[in-house]
């Protein structure tokens, strides 16, 4: 779990360099850190990618933040 | 049709440099920039002649024009655009900066903005298909924006908040030209004050090239001509086209919006002629040509006596430089003084018309026209070919041709502005 919490906010940080500058929480939402939908879809992307775990990305749709992502993702490699 | 839509802002990356005012330089020094690339392909390596844009790097390009510090903040975060992209909102930016328009287009419902060409990321598809060959599912989700020939559309928009139409134009080879006629008939409509024309740059992957190769259009790799002296438009020795990166924009503008806030521009968007001929292929018609060509002339309440000098289409494929003479003959234009920029810049295919209408205005703002390159013995000599740079001259009207593959044929006069 916190192996692919490091992944997505590596991920994360790719796709809104201005972060970096910035205190987040892993609960806070993806809105909140500015991240819109095609953004969302690609930290997604990058991260399944990044660990080789091919799932329907309709099976994390319901995510809102670091947290719940890597929860959902942590789950899905542990049963797939 | 009414003289009622002005050039008001240019902006150009072609293989002279990066930026109008570049290009406008080498034209009159008359400068070339071709050379030989090779492609790699399932391991096989493959020559081409072209003429290469210098090297582009949008973010210190973009930091050089003067833009308001939200526009640029927005601009640097760019993220996933093709180099096609980065080229045409490089130079729609520098368009609208040199036209004093940045601030008045943002938030406007009064402003269009039409892009030139279709298919024109090829070379960025390729590598990202390339790529996710064996790993399909994880293609980045941002490949389904990148693909449509739209997303510089969607960029400028997003850019600069603009909210009128917006969309693209493709007619192969006319692009350019059909762009920036659409770019009229929104003004003449009275629906919008001004049109950011641009063409992105068309860049191709390897399957392109060889296509036009194939076809018999473009010209193979020669070793017996240095890359300077390959490319002939209107010569003896001519054998097609070579391709050259190019990408530009210019900015329409309704002469009443121009006047109310004295801007004079580069020149008048005076009429237009587009006809097809009745053939799907790469065949070129004298009789399409010319009845565009004569549309155009009479569109602008003109003679072909009236007109100073022809842009003409002069791709150097044979049958296409004979196509067109002739049709220009047909046309009543001997002994006009004639020439062709891509024999400078290359074939920019689908953006070949707004950079050849930009080398238009500088020439008849400057009073001169760039030397045709290597036209050492002109297939004809019923026109006035340009062979040096010729300077001092009172250039009022300009024509210029775009033909497309699919028997598409755009012409279009630009005027000089009246004191």
Same mark, same amino acid.
Not at chain 2, 196 to 220: C, T
Not at chain 2, 363 to 388: D, R, V
């Given at each position: 779990? /916190?192996?692919?919490? &490091? @992944?997505? %906010?590596?991920?994360?940080?790719? @796709?809104?360099? /201005?972060?970096?500058?910035?205190?987040?929480?892993?609960?806070?939402?993806?809105?909140?850190?500015? &991240?819109?939908?095609?953004?969302?879809?690609? =930290?997604?992307?990058?991260?399944?990618?990044? @660990?080789? =775990?091919? @799932?329907?990305?309709? /099976?994390? &749709? %319901?995510?809102?933040?670091?947290? /719940?992502? &890597?929860?959902?993702?942590? =789950? %899905?490699?542990?049963?797939? | 049709? #009414?003289?009622?839509?002005?050039?008001?802002?240019?902006?150009?990356?072609?293989?002279?440099?990066?930026?109008?005012?570049?290009?406008?330089?080498?034209?009159?020094?008359?400068?070339?920039?071709?050379?030989?690339?090779?492609?790699?392909?399932?391991?096989?390596?493959?020559?081409?002649?072209?003429?290469?844009?210098?090297? *582009?790097?949008?973010?210190?390009?973009?930091?050089?024009?003067?833009?308001?510090?939200?526009?640029?903040?927005?601009?640097?975060?760019?993220?996933?655009?093709?180099?096609?992209?980065?080229?045409?909102?490089? $130079?729609?930016?520098?368009?609208?900066?040199?036209?004093?328009?940045?601030? !008045?287009?943002?938030?406007?419902?009064?402003?269009?903005?039409?892009?030139?060409?279709?298919?024109?990321?090829?070379?960025?598809?390729?590598?990202?298909?390339?790529?996710?060959?064996?790993?399909?599912?994880?293609?980045?989700?941002?490949?389904?924006?990148?693909?449509?020939?739209?997303?510089?559309?969607?960029?400028?928009?997003?850019?600069?908040?603009?909210?009128?139409?917006?969309?693209?134009?493709?007619?192969?080879?006319?692009?350019?030209?059909?762009? +920036?006629?659409?770019? !009229?008939?929104?003004?003449?409509?009275?629906?919008?004050?001004?049109?950011?024309?641009?063409?992105?740059?068309?860049?191709?992957?390897?399957?392109?090239?060889?296509?036009?190769?194939?076809?018999?259009?473009?010209?193979?790799?020669?070793?017996?001509?240095?890359?300077?002296?390959?490319?002939?438009?209107?010569? #003896?020795?001519?054998?097609?086209?070579?391709?050259?990166? $190019?990408?530009? $924009?210019?900015?329409?503008?309704?002469?009443?919006?121009?006047?109310?806030?004295?801007?004079?521009?580069?020149?008048?968007?005076?009429?237009?002629?587009?006809?097809?001929?009745?053939?799907?292929?790469?065949?070129?018609?004298?009789?399409?040509?010319?009845?565009?060509?004569?549309?155009?002339?009479?569109?602008?309440?003109?003679?072909?006596?009236?007109?100073?000098?022809?842009?003409?289409?002069?791709?150097?494929?044979? +049958?296409?430089?004979?196509?067109?003479?002739?049709?220009?003959?047909?046309?009543?234009?001997?002994?006009?003084?004639?020439?062709?920029?891509?024999?400078?810049?290359?074939?920019?295919?689908?953006?070949?018309?707004?950079?050849?209408?930009?080398? $238009?205005?500088?020439?008849?703002?400057?009073?001169?026209?760039?030397?045709?390159?290597?036209?050492?013995?002109?297939?004809?000599? #019923?026109?006035?070919?340009?062979? #040096?740079?010729?300077?001092?001259?009172?250039?009022?009207?300009?024509?210029?041709?775009? *033909?497309? *593959?699919?028997? +598409?044929?755009?012409?279009?006069?630009? !005027?000089?502005?009246?004191?």
């Amino acid at each position: 779990m /916190e192996k692919v919490i &490091a @992944i997505i %906010k590596e991920n994360l940080l790719d @796709i809104i360099p /201005e972060l970096a500058d910035e205190e987040f929480s892993n609960d806070d939402s993806f809105v909140d850190l500015g &991240a819109n939908s095609l953004d969302r879809g690609e =930290l997604i992307t990058l991260t399944l990618e990044h @660990i080789n =775990l091919d @799932i329907p990305r309709i /099976e994390l &749709a %319901k995510a809102q933040t670091i947290n /719940e992502l &890597a929860e959902l993702i942590s =789950l %899905k490699k542990m049963n797939n | 049709m #009414e003289d009622n839509v002005i050039i008001s802002g240019i902006g150009a990356i072609t293989p002279l440099g990066i930026g109008a005012a570049s290009f406008a330089n080498n034209l009159k020094i008359g400068q070339s920039n071709f050379s030989k690339i090779s492609l790699e392909q399932s391991n096989a390596s493959y020559q081409y002649i072209i003429g290469m844009a210098p090297d *582009f790097d949008f973010k210190t390009e973009v930091k050089k024009l003067d833009l308001p510090e939200e526009v640029l903040k927005k601009a640097l975060r760019l993220r996933h655009l093709s180099k096609s992209v980065l080229f045409g909102t490089y $130079c729609a930016l520098e368009s609208l900066v040199d036209a004093g328009l940045v601030e !008045k287009v943002m938030n406007s419902s009064k402003v269009a903005i039409v892009s030139a060409g279709s298919n024109t990321q090829q070379s960025n598809l390729h590598k990202i298909q390339e790529k996710y060959r064996e790993k399909v599912t994880f293609i980045n989700p941002n490949y389904a924006i990148n693909f449509f020939d739209t997303d510089i559309v969607g960029v400028l928009s997003e850019l600069l908040q603009i909210k009128g139409e917006g969309y693209s134009i493709g007619s192969a080879s006319a692009s350019g030209n059909m762009a +920036i006629i659409h770019g !009229k008939r929104l003004i003449s409509y009275q629906s919008h004050d001004i049109v950011i024309v641009v063409a992105p740059l068309m860049d191709l992957s390897i399957f392109e090239y060889q296509g036009f190769i194939n076809i018999g259009a473009m010209k193979a790799i020669d070793e017996t001509l240095a890359p300077n002296n390959a490319y002939r438009p209107f010569d #003896e020795k001519h054998s097609g086209f070579i391709y050259g990166q $190019c990408a530009g $924009c210019i900015v329409l503008e309704s002469s009443e919006h121009a006047s109310d806030r004295k801007k004079k521009g580069y020149g008048i968007l005076s009429g237009y002629g587009v006809v097809m001929d009745g053939n799907r292929g790469a065949k070129p018609s004298k009789k399409g040509e010319a009845e565009a060509m004569r549309m155009a002339i009479y569109n602008s309440g003109l003679k072909a006596a009236h007109i100073d000098y022809v842009n003409t289409h002069g791709t150097g494929s044979v +049958i296409g430089d004979t196509t067109e003479v002739e049709a220009m003959l047909d046309v009543g234009l001997q002994d006009v003084k004639a020439n062709s920029t891509k024999s400078l810049t290359g074939h920019g295919l689908s953006a070949a018309g707004v950079i050849e209408a930009i080398a $238009c205005l500088i020439q008849l703002n400057h009073g001169f026209i760039h030397k045709s390159n290597n036209l050492s013995n002109p297939i004809n000599n #019923e026109i006035n070919w340009i062979k #040096e740079k010729s300077s001092g001259l009172n250039i009022n009207t300009v024509l210029s041709n775009s *033909f497309g *593959f699919g028997g +598409i044929n755009t012409s279009l006069i630009l !005027k000089k502005l009246k004191n």
